[in-house]
């Protein structure tokens, strides 16, 4: 007998708009499970389950694969799952629109260019194979988007600093009028959008990073018209300025990525004026502990980062690091940490780390999931061992 909230496969299709096959296929592939199965073999779905699948329906018209889907979508359909997954994609569309108005353009110029000089122009042929072959830049800058926001997502959530990280950082770069200023993977540009009403108007900001998707998003998010900001893809080990050019440096999170730490920091030294000021931050070796404990716990083989970003640069040796480039090196904690009430956002922080979780959540998800519940009830408490250091360029 047929449940309350419970759809059959038969209605669950026709609400989607999509062929029972579709919805069978995708249970085989272990896509898109059904939430109950009765002894005689009856499949049932439920409203979450819908939203999962328009979630996948979009990401197939996008043009990635069952195999990308599977990976994108293992997480529970909670509502700030739902939320995160759809900024994201609507990110991922504007992209794509982006993307699709620039091969417009390529291939107008071409065929004109043809056309009039009764020749091929190799060089925009070049260009044109290259727009066109973005498929796999853009689904590893969902991929990246999706991981940065599911990270960023539990922090605001559950944070109980009330001033907020990004405002704190601000704060610490002690900014006034005149300033030129560089950020090193800004990322999303999220440290400018939330203070943007506390820059000075006679300033200039340039963000910068190695991915062009994070720099859309960030020129989106701060608009075109306002002259203090301007966009720069750059690598932050090579950075393609003058010698003291900026009056501040800013790196939230950045340096321990970085494959020749030592080249970015001179690199950064280069680029600041004398008495110019470097604002980095970094974790320190107790940072979000009770979450590696956690997924140990629940199977000791889970790694969540293969590599431990505060050994190559953070608050127990960055001092010794910099000093090499830096004086009046001062650290300052930023005090906070997490109570975390429900289990989705976690488990969604949890599959977005650099490590092995993948290989073994997947297929134990309903008992990880309830495993996590369980430590989340009474609010789990979790450590943050984060902050900055401040140093002025050493002459």
């Not at 727009?131 to 109980?160: D, F, P, V, W």
Request: charged share 25%.
């Amino acid at each position: 007998m047929k449940k309350p909230g419970y759809y059959s496969s038969g209605e669950f299709a026709r609400m989607a708009g999509v062929t029972l096959r579709t919805i069978r296929y995708y249970d085989k592939q272990n896509i898109l499970k059904p939430s109950l199965v009765t002894e005689a073999g009856a499949r049932f779905y439920t409203d979450e389950d819908f939203a999962r699948l328009q979630q996948i329906l979009l990401l197939k018209y996008l043009g990635f694969s069952l195999d990308d889907i599977r990976e994108m979508t293992v997480a529970d359909s909670d509502y700030h799952f739902m939320l995160d997954s759809l900024k994201i994609q609507l990110k991922l569309v504007q992209d794509r629109i982006e993307q699709m108005q620039l091969v417009e353009q390529a291939i107008k110029d071409t065929a004109e260019s043809i056309q009039e000089e009764h020749t091929v122009d190799w060089s925009r042929m070049l260009n044109l194979i290259h727009l066109t072959g973005m498929e796999q830049s853009l689904k590893n800058q969902y991929q990246n988007a999706s991981n940065i926001s599911s990270r960023i997502s539990l922090h605001s959530l559950y944070a109980q600093n009330p001033k907020g990280w990004f405002p704190w950082i601000y704060e610490q770069c002690q900014i006034h009028s005149g300033m030129k200023i560089l950020e090193v993977g800004c990322g999303d540009g999220t440290l400018w959008l939330q203070n943007k009403n506390r820059l000075p108007a006679d300033i200039q900001v340039t963000l910068s990073d190695v991915s062009e998707g994070m720099l859309r998003d960030a020129r989106r998010a701060l608009g075109t018209e306002d002259a203090r900001f301007d966009f720069q893809v750059l690598d932050c080990q090579q950075i393609p300025y003058p010698e003291n050019t900026f009056d501040l440096v800013v790196a939230n999170h950045v340096l321990f990525y970085c494959d020749d730490l030592q080249k970015a920091l001179a690199e950064i030294r280069r680029v600041l004026k004398p008495e110019g000021r470097l604002v980095c931050s970094t974790y320190g070796n107790d940072h979000m502990k009770e979450v590696s404990e956690l997924v140990q716990e629940f199977d000791e083989h889970i790694v969540l980062a293969a590599d431990k970003l505060y050994e190559k640069f953070g608050r127990e040796n960055g001092a010794e690091i910099l000093n090499s480039y830096f004086s009046d090196i001062k650290w300052r904690t930023y005090e906070d940490c997490l109570i975390v009430p429900e289990p989705e956002p976690l488990i969604s922080y949890i599959l977005s780390c650099h490590g092995n979780q993948g290989q073994y959540i997947p297929e134990r998800y309903r008992e990880f999931f309830c495993y996590v519940k369980k430590k989340t009830d009474q609010g789990m408490k979790i450590t943050k061992d984060a902050g900055v250091f401040i140093g002025k360029v050493k002459e």
